[in-house]
């Protein structure tokens, strides 16, 4: 049994085609269903994976040391 527009439906009494496309609406569904649990993984795996490159970054005092050092040095080879 199944449920289309508010009226049920026995999927064992349609014709050939009608039973076909009943099948291909559930595998559609499991589909569906299959990739929504892949997106979820993928999204805790990413969060994962950010939270570890922001544990690898350096810290702001050596970003600042970073670019003053660079700074400098384009001082100077601009003199």
Known sequence: MFTLDEKKYD???MN???QTA???LQNIANKKNQLAM???NLN???T???T???DELPSEETQVESVDAT???QQKEEE
Request: no cysteine; glycine share 4%; hydrophobic share 35%.
């Open 11 to 13: 999927e064992t009494k």
């Open 16 to 18: 050939e085609k009608g």
């Open 22 to 24: 009943f099948v291909q």
């Open 38 to 40: 892949e997106a979820d």
């Open 44 to 46: 805790v795996l990413e």
């Open 48 to 50: 994962h994976y950010v």
């Open 52 to 54: 570890i490159l922001k």
């Open 71 to 73: 700074t400098n040095n």
